[in-house]
Structures are given as structure tokens and as C-alpha cells.
Nanobody, 118 residues
Framework: QVQLVESGGGLVQAGGSLRLSCAAS????????MGWFRQAPGKGREFAAA????????YYGDSVKGRFTISRDNAKNTVYLQVNGLKTEDTAVYYC???????????WGQGTQVTVFS
């Protein structure tokens, strides 16, 4: 089992950047596929990005491709989401999640709020 804690959210002007972090507990962080999802007010949860166990493969949702970058540091049990070129429509609660190989995301953090103003 793994516990996840996100941080790094905040209030930022359109065009700005943030780096979100997700710290994981446990000694087996490197075995998990990690993902970032977001949920805007009144909308469903949306996939943003994912990264495989060693960082060799990354995946992005169409709405964030080219602006967001996911990375991980297994030595620090942390996954990051660099978000650049923020738009007002990026306003959402951002969640990180962990999944074991070939399984769906089973572990979720509490989320961090990102609010973008114009």
C-alpha cells in the first residue's frame, strides 16, 4: 500500500507556471505507475499525465500535451508535474494516483488546488 500527499498548488496568473509534487510513503514506490488527474468544478475527473515505474515512458492528455511535463525521482519517492503556459481552464483540483503493474489506479492523494486567473 502507498499513501500520497500532493503539494505545490496555488493561485497563478494565466501564462504562469507551477510545479506540483506528490510524495509517496512506503519503500516500493518504484514499482508503481504514477498518474496525475484533475477535476474542475462541476466536471468529471480528467486524465492529465502518467509515467511508468522508471520514468522511461510518459503519457499525456490532449488538453495538456506540450504544456505539462511529468517526472519522478524514485530515490525521493516523489512524482512531479511541471505545468507551464497555464490557462484559466486548467483551474482544478489536481490529484496524483498510483497503480501497480497492469492494474488500475488504486491509491489517491487528497489533491492540491490550482487556480488560474486572467
Amino acid at each position: 500500500q502507498v499513501q500520497l500527499v500532493e503539494s505545490g498548488g496555488g493561485l497563478v496568473q494565466a501564462g504562469g507556471s507551477l510545479r506540483l509534487s506528490c510524495a509517496a510513503s512506503g519503500r516500493t514506490f518504484s514499482k508503481y505507475r504514477m498518474g496525475w488527474f484533475r477535476q474542475a468544478p462541476g466536471k468529471g475527473r480528467e486524465f492529465a499525465a502518467a509515467i511508468n515505474w522508471n520514468g522511461g515512458s510518459t503519457y499525456y492528455g490532449d488538453s495538456v500535451k506540450g504544456r505539462f511535463t511529468i517526472s519522478r525521482d524514485n530515490a525521493k519517492n516523489t512524482v512531479y508535474l511541471q505545468v507551464n503556459g497555464l490557462k484559466t481552464e486548467d483551474t482544478a483540483v489536481y490529484y496524483c494516483a498510483a497503480a501497480e503493474v497492469s492494474k488500475s489506479y488504486a491509491y489517491w492523494g487528497q489533491g492540491t488546488q490550482v487556480t488560474v486567473f486572467s
